[in-house]
């Protein structure tokens, strides 16, 4: 079983809709991700969060919010998708040593 | 701030080619050092990693060790094969563990 799961993996949705994507781990990890991938620009990192009671804001973090509601689980909102929110989302988690990043396997996401 | 430099691919090699791929960084202190590798409708995976000055991280045949005078981390294979075309990303983590920083990624096709 995959150790870090995202749901959905493929979503198109219109202008203006709510969208909520979540991810799910059992590494028993601290730290969860949201990164947002584009092509030619990497991975750039929305939002972050270290534990329960911990939420901080990546560089890309307009437009995005999120909830961790248990160790294991972390979703990313978008309260008005717009067409430029089109995207692959990953979810990571890692550890404290060296922060060692595991990847869900994505969330591709087209807003129309 | 901290970033990571990679080079512009897309990179095309015939089966059996020497690789490498060229990353240098800038950060302060002593970051971990990642190679991650995405093969095509995959999330990232951890290829390599270095958490200290010369430290050499090798894995499937890759190689890359971290060099601080030239604050690089070049990845090398000796002969590379159809399925190593994926794309793959140079990633440092900071001396606060915080966050990590992707490139923007380098795209391998290797053709027989």
């Known amino acids: 079983d995959a150790d870090v799961t995202q749901t959905p993996r493929n979503r198109i949705t219109k202008t203006g809709k709510r969208i909520m994507l979540e991810c799910s781990q059992t590494?028993?990890?601290?730290?969860m991700y949201w990164y947002r991938q584009d092509p030619g620009l990497g991975l750039r990192l929305i939002y972050y969060?270290?534990?329960?009671?911990?939420?901080n804001k990546g560089e890309i973090s307009d437009g995005y919010s999120v909830s961790r509601q248990a160790q294991a689980k972390f979703s990313l909102s978008l309260e008005s998708a717009i067409p430029n929110q089109t995207a692959l989302y990953f979810c990571?988690?890692?550890?404290?040593?060296?922060?060692?990043?595991?990847f869900g396997p994505g969330t591709r996401l087209t807003v129309l | 701030g901290d970033s990571v430099t990679q080079m512009e691919g897309p990179v095309t090699l015939s089966e059996e080619a020497f690789l490498t791929i060229n990353c240098t960084y800038t950060?302060?202190?002593?970051?971990?050092l990642f190679w991650y590798v995405q093969y095509p409708g995959e999330g990232l995976q951890l290829l390599l990693k270095?958490?200290?000055?010369?430290d050499k991280g090798s894995n499937k045949g890759f190689e890359a060790t971290y060099r601080k005078e030239t604050t690089s981390f070049h990845l090398e294979k000796g002969s590379v094969q159809v399925s190593d075309s994926a794309v793959y990303f140079c990633?440092?983590?900071?001396?606060?563990?915080?966050?990590?920083?992707f490139g923007p990624g380098t795209s391998l096709s290797v053709i027989p």
């Open positions: 590494k028993g990890h601290d730290r």
């Open positions: 990633a440092l983590s900071g001396t606060s563990y915080d966050k990590v920083i």
């Open positions: 950060a302060t202190g002593y970051p971990s």
């Open positions: 990571a988690t890692s550890g404290w040593q060296d922060n060692e990043q595991f």
């Open positions: 270095a958490t200290k000055a010369d």
């Open positions: 969060s270290f534990d329960v009671k911990d939420i």
